[in-house]
């Protein structure tokens, strides 16, 4: 599905290099997780990978399904099927929730040469959404993100996720400033859409989402490089002893 | 006190092109309004109150050519509200095009044909004297003087259609001088809408009188013919517990001057001044608002956002005067403006003057670039950006279009707003 080789990345601003040559493969239908240190790079990937301004790729190359993405507009990137869930959600004031999701739906349709939803089937589907994930009507219509609490906001990522039912999902700390009955909500509305080939690449600090999102593959990052993979008993590694042991190890 | 040559000259040129129209019972008036142009002269380029626009081509004897801008089948806004329209081609009334000037809750006159004695006479030309101090403004006094047409729309209860004003532009060279007095009586209540053009140069006054607790709703969408000149001026005057909220939305135009001078004379009143417009390349756009607060706990508010792109220029200039004993009052200023490049440019002066120390107001201008944070997360959810542009645009300008009181009206305007964007981007 996603295939990261050797991906350099350097501020376009600053000669700082951020990402050291990242390798990494999600396959159809798995999930893997990127867990590591403050600083070390992560969001950085997810940014470049979904083509935030502000990055220069220096070398290495990403593919979605085979396609090089990072030629393609954020925009287009989309339409292929990339969705993030940013650590960060963007506040937009001025613009309903509900206008930016009908929006976005019915651009990638475009995009894609599909039909556009109606506006009956699109409130139909958005409400059986909005639902499961215990957000409401008033959240729909107040501007996107705007006066939100961090879990809601956060929520709102996972609800344009099940809308717009991208094919690779990079989820960015999606956990953080959660309690754990959003942790719960949130992780179901994930679970929910796992499977149909769809993959996951699901950032975090903390095994407890990962207790809730179980993983196929685990990565730590740290310094600008994944520098070791295994299975999901590496999170409950990291869990007890931290990062540094590994971060030597490397070293 | 002699006038600066150039001024003279200037003024005498335009005055000796002009012929003031029999105009019966406004005949005094328009004497009188005359008088004063020719006591203050036509705005020059050297006058304070015009220093960030040119008035030159307002006050030129001729005016610059405008071509009509074709729209196609496009339907025209507000057409499909029930509503009572008058329609005026480069400034002739069209009996052909209007409604019968009819409708429950006022009486409705063209000023060119308004019989002998009549309830504006003692408005026509009054608002716009009183606006003339403590700043002068000759184009609303040469428009009173000079005005070929008009109506005189008389509220005296709750009308429930609006009464819609539909300015078409056809000719190149039209120079149009409409002039209108609305007089809303005691607990009367009217909606007005402007939309169009109007003319390749057009200089327009309302003068609005609201009684007691009676209330006026203006909504105008001015045309967007690129190279057509406006200056209008819309002068209020508020009795106590009325309310006064106008709207206006433009979109081109190469020359925009939009006056709001208003008057708050009665206790409790409020009125709310809001201005959208959005403009590329050649275009020069000024809100020039003036409001004086003589009454105590009265509210007013100025909300003025500007979309500028490729070179374009907005203008702010915005008072607050807050009269000795004016207690209680609450005013609020607000001009933003949106730069889409760094060769647009917004002017913006904000004004307070207060004699009364039991009062709050408040006044902000801001300059700033669409949200990079915000177009790439738009982008990233799969959003063009020329669509995220458009969204955030609308978003920016969202504040002034909530303004509008009626809600359906709001609708409109954003889909206006919506479709005139997404046509540009072809
Ligand atoms: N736009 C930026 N400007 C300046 N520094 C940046 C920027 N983006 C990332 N960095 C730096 O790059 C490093 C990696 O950051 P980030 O990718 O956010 O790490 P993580 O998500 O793993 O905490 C940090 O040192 C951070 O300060
Ligand atoms: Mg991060």
Redesign the interface.
């Known amino acids: 599905m996603l295939e990261i080789k050797n991906l350099q990345v350097k501020l376009e601003e600053e000669d700082k290099q951020i990402l050291k040559g990242v390798d990494l493969t999600v396959e159809a239908g798995k999930v893997h997780a990127i867990m590591g240190p403050n600083g070390s790079g992560k969001s950085t990937l997810s940014y470049v990978l979904s083509g935030k301004d502000g990055y220069e790729v220096t070398g290495g190359e990403a593919t979605l399904e085979g396609q090089d993405i990072l030629e393609m507009e954020p925009e287009e990137r989309a339409a292929a099927g990339l969705f993030l869930a940013f650590q960060y959600p963007v506040e937009i004031p001025g613009v309903g929730n509900m206008t930016f999701l009908r929006t976005a739906v019915n651009a990638q349709r475009k995009a894609r040469g599909e039909e556009e939803m109606s506006s009956t089937e699109f409130l139909k589907v958005v409400r059986e959404k909005a639902k499961s994930l215990k957000i409401d009507a008033e959240m729909l219509k107040r501007p996107v993100n705007v006066g939100f609490s961090g879990g809601e906001k956060k929520r709102n990522e996972i609800l344009q996720m099940a809308m717009l039912e991208p094919k690779m999902c990079i989820l960015d700390e999606t956990d953080s400033g959660l309690d754990v009955d959003a942790m719960k909500l949130v992780a179901d509305g994930v679970n929910a859409l796992r499977g149909e080939g769809r993959s996951f690449l699901v950032i975090t600090h903390y095994q407890r989402l990962l207790d809730h999102i179980k993983p196929d593959v685990v990565h730590i990052m740290a310094n600008g490089r994944i520098i070791k993979t295994g299975g999901p008993e590496l999170a409950l590694e990291v869990e007890n002893n931290g990062y540094a042991d590994l971060i030597e190890e490397e070293a | 006190m002699a006038l600066p040559q150039v001024k003279q000259t200037a003024t005498d040129a335009r005055l000796a092109a002009l012929s003031l129209p029999e105009g019966g019972w406004s005949r005094p008036a328009r004497e009188a309004a005359l008088a004063r142009v020719q006591a203050m002269g036509l705005p020059g380029g050297r006058d304070e109150y015009w220093k960030y626009t040119r008035p030159d081509t307002l006050t030129a004897v001729e005016a610059p050519s405008a071509a009509v801008l074709e729209v196609g089948d496009e339907a025209p806004v507000f057409s499909a509200r029930d509503r009572l329209k008058v329609v005026f081609v480069d400034g002739v009334f069209s009996a052909e095009e209007s409604d019968e000037l009819a409708l429950e809750g006022l009486t409705i006159e063209r000023l060119a044909e308004a019989s002998d004695i009549h309830w504006a006479k003692d408005l026509y030309g009054t608002l716009e004297t009183n606006g003339q101090t403590p700043v002068e403004r000759p184009l609303a006094a040469l428009n009173t003087a000079f005005a070929t047409d008009g109506l005189l729309i008389r509220v005296t209860g709750k009308v429930e259609k609006p009464v819609h004003l539909l300015y078409r532009h056809e000719s190149d060279s039209s120079d149009a001088i409409l002039h209108h007095v609305v007089k809303v009586e005691e607990g009367g209540d009217v909606t007005l809408l402007e939309s169009g053009p109007a003319a390749a140069r057009f200089n327009k006054v309302i003068e609005v009188d609201v009684a007691d607790g009676a209330g006026f709703h203006h909504v105008r969408v001015q045309g967007r013919d690129h190279e057509r000149r406006a200056a209008t001026h819309i002068f209020g005057r508020l009795g106590t517990e009325s309310t006064f909220k106008t709207f206006t939305l433009t979109v081109n135009g190469v020359l925009t001057r939009n006056e709001a001078v208003i008057e708050l004379t009665g206790d409790d009143a409020a009125v709310h001044v809001a201005g959208a417009c959005m403009g590329d390349g050649d275009f020069h756009h000024d809100d020039t608002v003036f409001i004086t607060h003589d009454a105590v706990n009265c509210e007013s508010r100025q909300i003025f956002k500007k979309v500028l792109r490729n070179g374009a220029t907005g203008v702010f200039q915005g008072k607050i005067l807050v009269k000795p004993g004016a207690q209680k009052t609450d005013g609020y200023q607000i001009s933003q403006s949106l730069l889409l490049d760094e060769d647009s440019q917004f002017l913006a002066k904000p004004e307070l003057e207060i004699y009364a120390d039991d009062v709050a107001c408040s006044h902000g201008s801001t300059s700033g670039a669409i949200?990079?944070?915000?177009l790439?997360?738009?982008?990233?959810?799969?959003?063009?950006?020329g669509?995220a542009e458009d969204?955030?645009t609308?978003?920016?300008i969202?504040?002034a279009v909530q303004e509008v009181e009626d809600e359906s009206i709001q609708t409109e305007i954003n889909e206006l707003v919506a479709a005139w964007l997404g046509r540009r981007r072809g």
């Open positions: 949200d990079e944070d915000g790439f997360y738009l982008r990233a959810r799969g959003v063009s950006r669509t969204l955030l609308i978003a920016f969202a504040e």
